[in-house]
């Protein structure tokens, strides 16, 4: 970070998404720090906002910053396959769709409450508070107790 050279349009902290991002980060890891976005689809918004994955976050133009949340919002507009994304067939639409910001949670906690509903296994484990993932449970554990 020594070597961050400031220019007169730089910004320290960008807000994209209802979240602080910090400028001095280059844009590639920067966008990681949304809740749904990851490395890999923020590489991948990267190269389909043609915006350089090298350069800082603070140093990004209005329009580059425009162009990744419209790709961030509607990504299947831009031709990203639907196995990239993080919320694929909807269980009530059957369509594939990116979560991000706020909508993380919320999709998270409407699944995990389908589940109990349903008294599906998991489901179950859920409402027990026990490991859901098929972990050993017998040793391991005793002492917190597990959300999932």
């Known amino acids: 970070m020594s070597d961050l050279v ?7 902290i960008l807000r994209i998404l209802n979240t ?7 844009v590639m890891y920067a966008l990681t720090k949304v809740p749904g976005i990851g490395r890999r689809f923020s590489n991948l918004i990267c190269k389909k906002a043609e915006v350089d994955h090298t350069k800082r976050a603070g ?22 396959p639907d196995w990239f994304l993080n919320k694929q067939r909807d ?4 369509k594939s769709s990116q979560a991000f910001a706020q909508n993380v949670a919320s999709k998270l906690r409407d699944d995990i409450e389908r ?4 008294r599906s296994h998991r489901g179950i484990r859920h409402f027990w508070g026990v490991r859901v993932r098929g972990q050993h449970t017998k040793t391991t554990g005793r002492h917190q107790i597990h959300k999932g």
């Open 6 to 12: 400031l220019g007169p349009d730089f910004q320290h």
């Open 20 to 26: 602080n991002i910090d400028g001095r980060i280059k």
């Open 91 to 94: 269980w009530k639409t059957g």
């Open 115 to 118: 589940l109990k509903k349903i």
């Open 59 to 80: 140093n990004l133009t209005a329009d580059e910053i425009e162009k990744l949340v419209a790709i961030i919002q509607n990504p299947r507009a831009f031709k990203v």
